[in-house]
């Protein structure tokens, strides 16, 4: 048998042409569309490379090798291929007939460096007051998403927001490819994984969500809510399970839990929807909306807490601590403030039993809002 370490650098040479760019610390994606095509987004901006692949035949043998290094199986029956390539790079691969012009391929890096709350806040993601915020609500066990576009940078926030689960729980990281890097010290990290060419050893998140509730866990942490695993974790949510985070794909706070809803119908469990929709309310307490602006910076456009679900108007009610307001855009830079609302947290008592406060600001917005100030 050939060891891993050799099979993955021949897998490499394969990929020849675009090893530069696996390298290079400031290229987050690689798109190939096509032998001849090659884009890479550095900074949230796409631009053309002038790398190629020397024919179809070339790029399709280096999906076949990373098909086969991951235990999977290409070909025109099954055109799709998830994998993870040696350094953790997560590839997506469509395949001809799929992909009558292809193969497709979209590669997101994978960095050992983990970002951190400073960097964040260097890059202007949020603003101190912001983390402080995010801060107390972590620690207080509220139930957290992380919702936002492709490539908004939900991964790198749910990583951030770790660093503010105090020391001594024990957190369970669920995934179906693993991309997290928690900043912790007691990780349980379980993955999923699809079923081989026969249909066989599939374990899925649903499965790994069961077992990780009899492993005694202080947190769950879900990398990404695709599908019918999301009633499983509304359930937990609602059943004792304080303090757990999950990501998911939303451009506004109140279309993830729309978006939560429906995802939560997917699973084999028929609940009436206005119980969903209750249950949906009561689990997630917080929202942290995340977004790519023009100018391709990702940052924090909301933190919104969850309120409840109104059934006369049949709509679930929010209100909004802190939100970004868009100036414009100047040389290129899209202008933002990320500021308190003025509204402060119903969730104040969890936050006072666990010994946690938020930042003056939020205060003085709260007192400036009530005195028209």
């Known amino acids: 048998m050939i060891p891993r370490e050799v099979f993955a650098e021949t897998l490499l040479e394969f990929f020849a042409p675009i090893r530069p760019l696996l390298d290079d610390p400031t290229v987050n994606d690689i798109m190939i569309n096509g032998p001849d095509q090659v884009f890479v987004e550095r900074g949230g901006l796409l631009e053309l490379t002038g790398v190629r692949f020397e024919s179809r035949e070339a790029l399709m043998a280096a999906l076949r090798n990373v098909a086969q290094f991951v235990g999977k199986h290409v070909d025109a029956e099954r055109p799709i291929l998830e994998a993870r390539l040696p350094d953790g790079s997560r590839l ?10 292809g193969p497709c391929v979209s590669i997101r890096r994978f960095f050992k460096e983990t970002l951190t709350v400073d960097r964040l806040l260097g890059f202007g ?5 912001c983390a402080e915020a995010l801060r107390a609500l972590v620690a207080a066990k509220l139930n957290i998403m992380i919702a936002g576009g492709t490539g908004s940078g939900k991964t790198s926030m749910l990583n951030a927001l770790s660093s503010f689960v105090p020391d001594g729980e024990r957190v369970v990281v669920i995934e179906d490819s693993k991309e997290l890097q928690l900043q912790r010290v007691h990780v349980v990290q379980l993955e999923a994984r699809p079923p081989d060419a026969k249909g066989r050893g599939s374990v899925s998140i ?19 809510i695709r599908g019918g695993e999301a009633l499983d974790l509304i359930q937990a949510m ?3 399970h304080g303090g757990c985070m999950a990501t998911l794909h939303a451009t506004h706070p109140r279309d993830t839990l729309a978006r939560l809803e429906t995802m939560a119908m997917m699973s084999d469990v028929d609940l009436p929807l206005t119980a969903l929709r209750v249950q949906v309310a009561s689990a997630v307490n917080v929202v942290v909306q995340v977004s790519r602006l023009l100018d391709g910076s990702r940052k924090i456009t909301h933190v919104t807490e ?4 109104d059934l006369d108007a049949g709509q679930y009610v929010t209100q909004d601590l802190f939100a970004r307001e868009v100036h414009g855009l100047v040389g290129g830079r899209v202008e933002s403030t990320l500021a308190p609302t003025g509204v402060l947290p119903r969730a104040m008592d969890a936050l006072r039993e666990h010994g946690v406060d938020l930042p003056r600001a939020m205060y003085d917005a709260a007192w400036r809002r009530e005195h028209g100030g």
Do not use: K, N, Q
């Not at 993601?125 to 007051?129: C, G, H, I, N």
């Not at 969850?306 to 679900?309: A, E, I």
């Open 92 to 101: 997506e691969a469509i395949l001809p007939p799929a992909a009558p012009e």
């Open 238 to 240: 609602t059943s004792g």
């Open 206 to 224: 649903r499965d790994l969500f069961r077992a990780t509730l009899r492993m005694r866990p202080d947190r769950i942490v879900v990398g990404e």
């Open 125 to 129: 993601a949020m603003t101190p007051d």
């Open 306 to 309: 969850v309120l409840g679900f």
